[in-house]
């Protein structure tokens, strides 16, 4: 399936003008290589983030390749046991698409709670991953999930797990020649839930101050999870996984006393700092509680 084309974004800003720079709008992936390749430039898809960072002054780019109408690079479709998702796929069509909704129900909820209307139908994935904020909300799904990220450049293709992809907030390992090209994942084989829950400053239109994502997979007998992933955003310096409570979740059947207990050992596997959004200790307590509030509702579905 092939998601619709994103708008092209107009340049002209009240803080610079495509007279600042080099622009580039290529036709076809192979040109949009090339032309990274030999200018060194920054990339540019919905813009969301980059200009914006541009028109307050933050960045000032030598050279822009337009990667906006590369066609090529926006889908959702299954292929070889994955479910693959094009870089320039925007979080509108992400949040309406039935393969998501049924392979990773999760990821549509995460990015259904990213920014306004507007944003969500020019953002897009691949975008939201580059910038590699701590908070990104399309990010922990992706761990849960143990999806794969594949970089692109005129020197060939390489894959890297998402986990091995951030370095820090705002760094990544991809090279300066490299192009995100597609996001991929394995859905599960078994019966699953999963859920994404985050905490902002307002119910909407907020940067997340704590978020989490969950995926467990069922055993045979339905009475706990064979599988379980737990990724933490906003709580330290890139996406982490909460193993501690992972693995006693595996270990465990699921009841109030293992809920509470899952709950604390996610907070002690916080690593949340205090800033204008909020404090150590709220982030910290909130990351359990938020792993509580999910898993209450499945507490009758293991039993029954």
Same mark, same amino acid.
């Given at each position: 399936m092939t998601? %619709?084309?994103?708008?092209?974004?107009?340049?002209?800003? /009240?803080?610079? @003008?495509?007279?600042? +720079? =080099?622009?580039?709008?290529? /036709?076809?992936?192979?040109?949009?290589?090339?032309?990274?390749?030999?200018?060194? $430039?920054? !990339?540019? $898809?919905?813009?969301?983030?980059? *200009?914006?960072?541009?028109?307050?002054?933050?960045?000032?780019?030598? @050279?822009?390749?337009?990667?906006? +109408?590369? =066609?090529?690079?926006?889908?959702?479709?299954?292929?070889?046991?994955?479910?693959?998702?094009?870089?320039?796929?925007?979080?509108? &069509?992400?949040?309406? @698409?039935?393969?998501?909704?049924? #392979? $990773? %129900?999760?990821?549509?909820q995460a990015v259904r709670s990213i920014g306004s209307r507007q944003i969500r139908n020019m953002g897009s994935l691949g975008g939201n991953i580059v910038n590699a904020s701590p908070a990104g909300d399309s990010i922990p799904p992706l761990y849960t999930l143990d999806a794969e990220f594949v970089l692109e450049s005129l020197k060939g293709q390489r894959v890297i797990l998402a986990e091995e992809f951030f370095t820090g907030p705002g760094q990544t390992v991809l090279g300066k020649e490299e192009l995100l090209t597609q996001v991929r994942f394995r859905?599960?084989? /078994?019966?699953?839930?999963? &859920?994404? *829950? #985050?905490?902002?400053?307002?119910?909407?239109? $907020?940067?997340?101050?704590?978020s989490l994502a969950f995926l467990g997979v069922y055993g045979l007998d339905? #009475?706990? +999870?064979? #599988?379980?992933?737990?990724? *933490?955003?906003?709580?330290? %310096?890139? !996406?982490? /996984?909460?193993?501690?409570?992972?693995? +006693?979740?595996q270990e465990n059947s699921l009841t109030e006393e293992v809920l509470g207990q899952s709950g604390l050992l996610c907070s002690e596997e916080a690593r949340p700092i205090s800033d204008i959004r909020s404090t150590f200790e709220y982030r910290q307590k909130v990351a359990g509680d938020l792993l509580k509030k999910g898993l209450y509702p499945l507490i009758e579905r293991v039993v029954s």
């Open positions: 998601a %619709p084309r994103i708008s092209s974004v107009l340049l002209e800003r /009240r803080a610079f @003008s495509v007279r600042d +720079f =080099d622009y580039y709008r290529p /036709r076809t992936l192979k040109e949009a290589l090339q032309m990274i390749s030999e200018n060194q $430039a920054k !990339v540019l $898809a919905g813009g969301t983030d980059l *200009l914006v960072r541009m028109k307050d002054g933050l960045l000032r780019p030598e @050279s822009l390749v337009d990667i906006s +109408f590369l =066609d090529e690079l926006r889908y959702v479709r299954e292929e070889n046991g994955y479910v693959a998702i094009g870089a320039l796929t925007t979080h509108a &069509f992400l949040e309406r @698409s039935p393969v998501i909704e049924k #392979k $990773a %129900p999760h990821l549509a859905p599960p084989e /078994r019966e699953f839930s999963s &859920f994404f *829950l #985050k905490v902002g400053q307002r119910k909407a239109l $907020a940067i997340s101050k704590v339905k #009475k706990g +999870f064979l #599988k379980v992933r737990i990724a *933490l955003g906003a709580v330290a %310096p890139t !996406v982490i /996984r909460a193993r501690r409570a992972e693995s +006693f979740l």
